[in-house]
Every structure is written in structure tokens, then in C-alpha cells.
């Protein structure tokens, strides 16, 4: 018979005397917050890069004081422990990011602690050792529990990587781009498919909506122009941070960034072209917020375009939302291109 996984407060006991507050959880999800809040004392932190799950968690969890922000080692280092619930099969990119740049928020002498799914982890143990010196494996962690102390300091050395997207056939733009944000080291294909069938008026208000690191609209403002203006949406700090970056290098004239987990910020009705790439997942919940406030954002006679390989689910939504519709095949992607009556 199998054994069974151990939870997280099981795994987190074989560590206990090395939790000593102030604690800070970094990117757990609600479920695991809730299961480690029964061991943590009140008042402990929680970390979240995006500000959907952070107000998820603030309002289940009135006890945590949620922290937000585009990186982890913006907190102050006022922490005595920090722990890390590593997901199951998560960005890799994005878990070595955390324990960099969790060493930066730990008093001297503070631990980290990850808690892996995985019984057997081969990601880890060497990474910490990278970063912290030494690594601790209780035994009674079944080697999916590790901590380390901060014993010294070190530079800070930040998790990145560009990428080239020719614009034209005489102009390439080169973006940054960093773990957690969509789409890590790479111009993502549906992105690709919609730059490729998006037509931008000259002067046109364009609403990048979930703009990740600002591909689209950075892309959509060389065809407004000089005249023209980018709004860039998005709930992930750390992607409106790099879309300010990246649209700052390439020269973009006029532009701004809104922060939010309900899609508010820009004036509603006051776009001629919105762009849409939404996460397609939760049953088309995000996809069909997407859609709905996209409609809002658009002056009478405005755009909207939305890329998705999920056609059957897009097709209804899309024909509900705005009525007429049209379908376009690209990269093995759809593009949908309406228009608000």
C-alpha cells in the first residue's frame, strides 16, 4: 500500500521549532493558507504577486496581513521565518525566483522553509545550497521538507530573460521578461496569432486587457502612432511592472497601467480597439469577465478581439456578449472580432 502524502501542517511539525514569528507565506494558495493558518500564529504575512488571489485570501482570511507587490524582496527583511508551500507542478523559473529572492526579506539568522509535493525532490536541495550555504533535511520531513538560515548577505541577483519580436520586416522589439508573469522567455503563440490579425486605427485608444508583459499593446501602439494612446490591465504586479518597462524601452509616447483584480481602472466607453488574451480556466469564468468588461471599455462602433483555442465555449460567450461575430484560424489559435453595437 502506498503511503499516505503527509499534509502541510504534518510536514510543517517536522520543522516547528524553526517557526518563530514574524511569518511570512509566500504564494500559497487559499486552500493551503487555510490549512496553515492552524498552526500560525495570528497576524502572520502572506505574500501574493497578484491581487486576485491576495483579495481571495484578505477575505477568507481576515487574520493574515496580505502583502502585495511586482517582487518579494520589495518587503522589508523584517522576517524571522518564511515559508514556502511550493506548488505541485508550478513554474520552475518561479520557485527558484522565490527562494533568491526570500533570503532578502529574512532577519539575520532567519529561516526558510520550503514544503514540497513531491517525497523525493530534486529541485531544491541544490538550489537552496546556492543561495543560503547550508541545507536541512529533517528526516521526519520524508525529504519533502528543507530549511536554511541566513547566516550572510549576498547581491541580489534577479531571475530574468528577453526575447525578440520582429514588428515589422526592418524593426524587432526586445522584451524583458521574468518568472510569474505571462509568458516567461517567449512571445506567447496565441499573443502572436492575435498581434497578427489585430488592425489598429491611426490615433486609435487601445485597452490591453490582461496585458502580461505588454506584447500586445506595445505592438498596437506602433500602429496608432504618435497620436495614439495604451491602456495596460492586468491583476499581476509584476507583469504591469515589466509592461511599463518594456513599453518605457521601446519608446511607446503615451501610456498607462491599471492595477486590478476586477478589471477597473481605465473610464469605461472610452476605447476604439480592446484586446484580449485571458487565462481559460474555472469554466470560462475569467474568459467571460474578460469579455463582458472588454464591452464596457469600448466606445459604441469600438473592437474587441479575443484569442482562444476553446472555440464551442468562446463562440456562445462571444454571440451572447456583442451578437454578430467574427472567426479567423491562426498558429492553431481562433481570433474573435466583434464589434459594441
Given at each position: ?260 483584480a476586477q478589471l477597473k481602472g481605465p473610464e469605461e466607453a472610452s476605447f ?8 481559460y480556466f474555472a469554466n470560462m469564468s475569467i474568459a467571460q469577465r474578460f ?51
Open positions: 500500500m502506498p503511503r499516505r502524502k503527509p499534509s502541510l501542517t504534518e510536514l510543517l511539525a517536522a520543522v516547528s521549532p524553526r517557526v518563530k514569528p514574524p511569518v511570512l507565506v509566500v504564494l500559497g494558495t487559499l486552500r493551503e493558507l487555510l490549512e496553515l493558518e492552524q498552526t500560525l500564529e495570528p497576524g502572520f504575512s502572506d505574500y501574493q504577486m497578484d491581487l486576485f488571489p491576495a483579495e481571495r485570501v484578505q477575505a477568507e482570511i481576515p487574520r493574515a496581513k496580505v502583502e502585495t507587490s511586482a517582487d518579494l524582496w520589495n518587503l522589508p527583511a523584517e522576517f524571522q521565518t518564511v515559508i514556502f508551500p511550493a506548488p505541485l507542478r508550478g513554474e520552475r523559473a518561479l520557485k527558484l525566483d522565490v527562494l533568491e529572492q526570500g533570503f532578502h526579506v529574512l532577519k539575520p539568522g532567519g529561516s526558510f522553509i520550503v514544503l514540497s509535493p513531491y517525497e523525493k525532490d530534486d529541485l531544491f536541495q541544490p538550489a537552496l545550497k546556492k543561495v543560503f550555504g547550508t541545507v536541512h533535511s529533517p528526516m521526519n520531513g520524508r525529504n519533502s521538507v528543507f530549511w536554511c538560515a541566513r547566516e550572510r548577505d549576498r547581491p541580489r541577483r534577479r531571475h530574468e530573460m528577453t526575447f525578440n519580436v520582429r514588428a515589422d520586416e526592418t524593426t524587432s522589439y526586445t522584451f524583458t521578461s521574468r518568472p510569474g508573469a505571462f509568458s516567461y522567455g517567449r512571445f506567447d503563440h496565441g499573443a502572436r496569432a492575435l498581434c497578427e490579425a489585430m488592425e489598429i486605427p491611426e490615433g486609435a485608444r487601445v485597452l490591453d486587457l490582461g496585458c502580461g508583459i505588454g506584447t500586445n499593446g506595445i505592438l498596437a501602439a506602433r500602429k496608432a502612432g504618435p497620436a495614439g494612446f495604451i491602456a495596460f490591465l492586468d491583476s499581476n504586479l509584476r507583469s504591469l511592472e515589466l509592461a511599463e518597462l518594456n513599453a518605457r524601452n521601446v519608446g511607446v509616447p503615451n501610456f498607462q497601467t491599471y492595477a486590478s476604439d480597439v480592446v484586446l484580449a488574451n485571458p487565462p469579455v463582458q468588461r472588454g464591452k464596457d471599455f469600448l466606445k459604441p462602433g469600438g473592437t474587441f478581439y479575443l484569442v482562444t483555442k476553446q472555440i464551442e465555449a468562446a463562440t456562445k460567450l462571444m454571440e451572447e456578449t456583442f451578437g454578430s461575430v467574427d472567426t479567423y484560424e491562426k498558429r492553431t489559435y481562433f481570433i474573435f472580432i466583434a464589434q459594441k453595437k
